[in-house]
Structures are given as structure tokens and as C-alpha cells.
């Protein structure tokens, strides 16, 4: 562990990579935490099938690939495929469990993360899986730092979609209806707002984002059925931090947990870089619980 | 049900428990098992069915005992039989100060908070447990064999499971109807309504939670010695099956009843092992469909159902015009 440390004094431009790498890699969380956000704040329901949604979008970039489409197409189509999906999965699941118990939504979301999972690793099997996109490398400061195009294409392509969503969620009328509800869905209904349609789209737009960070996770990344969960929680902790509602704080709280976690790879060892994402959320929950609480308030 | 039914039901199933090993030869692996889920339904519902707090993370504690009696037979330089023993009774001690520590930091939070934190602990446990070389890290551990015939060992953990289920059970149906179950069932309806009048709901929390860490610590220790391999992720800090199974089963049977979690454990248990051979590979599938499927559909529970359905017999008066 002192050893990669001391990696970093013998080789400054090494910080440089470490925190480059994670930056880009954040990015890509900030997506799938957004659509948690939506969700969480819109319909009150905490989506723990977020990051199987993730994994489902990269799954399917790459079957795109073995048809030999290259991978870049794959960020509507995956998109368009798990807004269906999402609409879908509302209609059949969540739809019932939208005004129940916070503690049932969560564990019906729990149950279809499982099931997803299971799914996917039935029809593609348990290989860590990646689409090749055909773009080269960038070399900076004398060849010490590299960077992979495509994962600035990624980076990129995150942000876009962002300001994609946030022009929808401000110009558009059905927009406008989502902002509505999640302001007070009694008074939206009264001025008649379908609210239970505007769930539905809710609930199937945030699919089609985390269907787009799939596929760029799939293109600059990896996937694999088995690490949807830890994309879960990162946006859980990104919305947390940055609370709902607020794109540019989503953006930012991405960016520096990806930083965060990538000098915590280097430092102690990949093998514990997923360790660290859950001992983060533990640690981020119980300081915001202490700093509400010193005000005589919870986390409710 | 009334108190003479309850002890009659109760007489007949720790006759069928003690003779099912010696009837059912075939089955001794899958009647210890049973007892293990019945441990980790009735374990779950201290905090999840009587207190209203739902935990993702209860299998840390399993997880803990079972690497805490291993590491402690491959080091402690006993025979099997006290190493097994002392090996269970550090891992209970490690888990129930575990769940003190813990506790006292995430119990403090409210609902689903505290239900993400508790999943956060259970995954992040098996991450570290699979990247700790002294624990075998990625590629688990070898607890000793049992000394004796190969199908001797699932009777003597058959009978050490039941043993553990029989006194959680009647601790718990004692603990249940004292002033602390009372409490239990305050901050479970109302918890500020129960701290204003003056208990101490983090005090009456973290006591729980210590009380189901215990009984997971021991069982944990023992299950890693009869499944005979330590797996961090499939087995000890198994999130996606015993971690789930263990809400689900309280769910199934009737959550925040004593029996309830009984009942879900065994009609679970006996589905599955009928239903898994069938399924070869679509398992994991079938059970987040069963995962959905109850939750959407039955979250009052076998018993919540009955309860509705026949309540006089749950002694609830009803007033018929």
C-alpha cells in the first residue's frame, strides 16, 4: 500500500493518470445518478435495479457489436430498448408499489435487480464482456499520461446527455409534467396531469439513461451480470451527496467519486476498489445522518 | 392460536424435528439446512418484523462467525470438537460487538436509509473477506473435517441447528412478550412517539440487532464447518441468496409474528429444494421472480392473510351486526 504511494512522489504525471481516469470514469455514474434522482424524486421509490439497467444497456451495445454495427450506434438503441423495458417494468411491477412503504418499493426493486441479473447471465453468459469501438489513444506530457478516446467520447457523450434532459425537463411539456408531480402529484392531478402516465415515462426515461451509460460503460469499460449493484450504489451516494434535484451538484459529486475511487484502486489494490464503494456509502450515510441529527433532524 | 394449541404444535414439531434425521436418511443435509433458514427468518425478524427496521445486511454476522470458527480451528490448535465450540462462541463475540459497533452508527438512521446502509455493510464484508489474504481471500477456506463417518456429520449439525433454532425460538417468544418486545413494537408503530415517551429507542435497537447477531455468529460457525468450504462471496456473505432468503422468508410467512417466520422458512425451504433440481440454471431466475411475486402481491404473509381471514382465531374480537 506505502508502495503505490510512494509510486506517485517518484512519478507526479502518475496523479495525473490516476485522477484523469477517474474523472472521465465518473462521468458515467453522474448519468445513472440523475435517473435516480428523477426517479427517487418524482415517484419516491429508490431504485435499486438502476445499475443492472446499467450493465443491460452495455449487454446490449455489445450484441449490436457481434452483428457488426459498431458500438457507438448502440447509445439509442440501447436507449430505446430499455425505455420499453422501463415502461414495461413499470406497468407489470412498480406501478404497485409506488404508494406503498418506501421499504416494499425497495425490495421489489431489490427482487428485479435479481432477476435482471440472472437474465443477463443467462443469455450472455458470466465473461466480463467489451465492445471494441476502433478509436486510438491520446499521449500527453512526453507519453506519461494516456488516455483513451473513446473514454472522452464517453465522458462527452455524458455530459450531452445531461443537457439533453435538462432542456426536456424544462421546455417540453411532458417535462414540465414530471416537474410538476414530483412537486406535489395531488395538486397534479387536480390541474389533470395523468400522473400515473407521467410515472410510467418517468420510470422508462430513466431506464434509456442508464441504457446510454451502459453502452458507453461497454465501449470505454467493461460489463459483466454480476456488477450492476455497485452502479447502484454509486448513484444512491452521487444523489445523496448531492441531493435531489440538483444536475450541476450530480455532475460534480460523479466526477469526484470516480476520482475518489480511482485513487483508492491504486492505492489499495483493485481488488478492493469495490470494498471501497460500499465502505464510502456507509461512511457518507452515517456522517450525513450525524450532521441532520446535530440539528435535530433525520434522515427521513 | 391459544396457549395449549401453541405448546401441542410445539411438542409435535420437536418430535418430528428429533426423529426426521432417522426416518429421512437421504435428506440430513437438507433438514440441517432447514433449521438454518428457520435461524435466519426468525434472527431477521427481531429487527426487521418487531422493530420495523428491514436489514439487507444481517449476513454479515453469519459471515463473520463462520470465518471467525475457521480461522480460529486452522489457528487455535484444538481438537475439533472444543475448537468447533469455543471457534462458534468467538464468532458470536465478534458479531455481537460487530453489531454494537455498527449499530450504534447506522441504526441511527431512519427506514430505507438504514435498509441501503445495512446492504452497503453485507456487500462490502464479502468484497474485503475476498481480498484478505489471511482469510484465503478470494479463494476461501477449508474448515477442519469432521472426525467419523462422512453422513454422521449432518446428524450432529442437524441436531446443533435445531438445538440453536429450539432456544432462539423460545427466547424469542419470552423476549417478545416483556417490556423490551413491548418497546420493540413502540418504535415499530411510532419511534418518535416512543422516544417521547421516554424510551431509549437507539438503546432498544442496538440490543436487538446484538441479539440477532449473536444467534447468526453461532449458526455462521457452525454452517461454514458442515457446508465444509468457505466462500466469501457465495457462502458467507452470500447477499444475493441466504442475505435475501432471510427477508424473504420472514415476508412469506408473516412478518412481526413469532410463528410467521417459522412458517415462511419451512413452506421456503421445501419449495425451493423441490422446485431448484427442476430448474437447472433459471434458479436465480425463479427466485427474483418469487422475490417480485411476494413482495408486489403477498406482503402480509401467510400468517398476515390468516390473521385477516380468520381473526377470531388470532384472538381478535369481531363485532358482527
Known sequence: ?????????????????????????????????????????????????????????????????????HPLFGIPVAAAVLFVIGIALYYGVIRRVVDKDMFISLLATFGLSILLQQLMNQIWGGDVRTA???????????????????????????????????????????????????????????????????????????AALCGAAGSLVVMAYSVHPYIGLPYTVRSFMIVIVAGLGNLPGVILAGLGLGAAENFAAFILGAQFQVAFVFCLLIVILVVRNTLLRRKRKYLK | MNGRGQIILGIVIVAAALAAPLVFPDFRAQIAMLWVMVLFALTWDILGGQTGYNTFGNILFFGTGMYAAAVF???????????????????????????????????????????????????????????????????????????????????????????????????????????????????????????????KTDTYKIAAWMLAALFLGLCGGAAGNMLG???????????????????????????????????????????????????????????GLIIVGIVVFFPQGILGWARTRWPERFGHRVETS
Request: hydrophobic share 55%; proline share 3%.
Open chain 1, 132 to 206: 471494441q469501438s476502433g478509436l486510438g489513444t491520446w499521449f500527453l506530457f512526453d507519453y506519461t499520461v494516456t488516455v483513451g478516446q473513446i473514454k472522452v467520447v464517453a465522458c462527452v457523450g455524458a455530459l450531452i446527455l445531461g443537457l439533453i434532459l435538462i432542456v426536456f425537463l424544462k421546455k417540453s411539456r411532458l417535462g414540465q409534467a414530471i416537474r410538476a408531480t414530483a412537486q406535489n402529484p395531488r395538486a397534479a392531478r387536480v390541474l389533470g396531469i395523468n400522473t400515473d402516465k407521467v410515472f410510467a415515462a418517468t420510470y422508462g426515461i430513466n
Open chain 2, 73 to 199: 480451528q486452522r489457528d487455535g490448535g484444538f481438537d475439533y470438537f472444543p475448537g468447533l465450540f469455543i471457534g462458534m462462541g468467538l464468532g458470536a463475540l465478534i458479531s455481537v460487538a460487530l453489531a454494537a459497533i455498527l449499530g450504534s452508527m447506522i441504526l441511527r438512521m431512519r427506514g430505507h436509509y438504514f435498509a441501503i446502509a445495512t446492504l452497503g455493510l453485507g456487500i462490502a464484508a464479502g468484497e474485503i473477506a475476498s481480498g484478505w489474504d489471511y482469510i484465503g481471500a478470494g479463494s476461501g477456506m477449508s474448515p477442519p473435517l469432521f472426525p467419523g463417518a462422512p453422513g454422521i456429520s449432518y446428524i450432529f449439525f442437524g441436531y446443533l441447528f435445531f438445538g440453536l433454532a429450539l432456544i432462539t425460538f423460545l427466547l424469542l417468544a419470552w423476549v417478545y412478550r416483556t417490556r423490551f418486545g413491548l418497546a420493540l413494537n413502540a418504535i415499530r408503530d411510532n419511534e418518535d412517539k416512543a422516544e417521547a415517551m421516554g424510551l
Open chain 2, 229 to 287: 468450504f468457505i466462500d466469501p462471496r457465495d457462502t458467507a456473505f452470500a447477499g444475493a441468496t441466504f442475505g435475501v432468503w432471510m427477508v424473504l422468508m420472514a415476508i412469506l410467512g408473516g412478518k412481526g409474528t413469532l410463528w410467521g417466520p417459522v412458517l415462511g422458512a419451512f413452506v421456503f425451504h421445501v419449495t425451493q429444494e423441490i422446485l431448484w433440481t427442476h430448474l437447472l440454471g433459471w434458479q436465480r431466475v425463479a427466485l
Open chain 1, 1 to 69: 500500500m506505502l508502495d503505490n504511494l510512494q509510486l506517485f512522489v517518484d512519478a507526479p504525471f502518475l496523479l495525473i493518470q490516476v485522477l484523469l481516469d477517474g474523472i472521465l470514469f465518473g462521468a458515467i455514474f453522474a448519468i445513472a445518478a440523475y435517473g435516480m434522482a428523477l426517479v427517487w424524486g418524482v415517484m419516491n421509490v429508490i431504485n435499486i435495479v438502476q445499475g443492472e439497467f446499467v450493465m443491460l444497456g452495455g449487454f446490449i451495445t455489445f450484441q449490436l457489436t457481434l452483428w457488426g454495427i
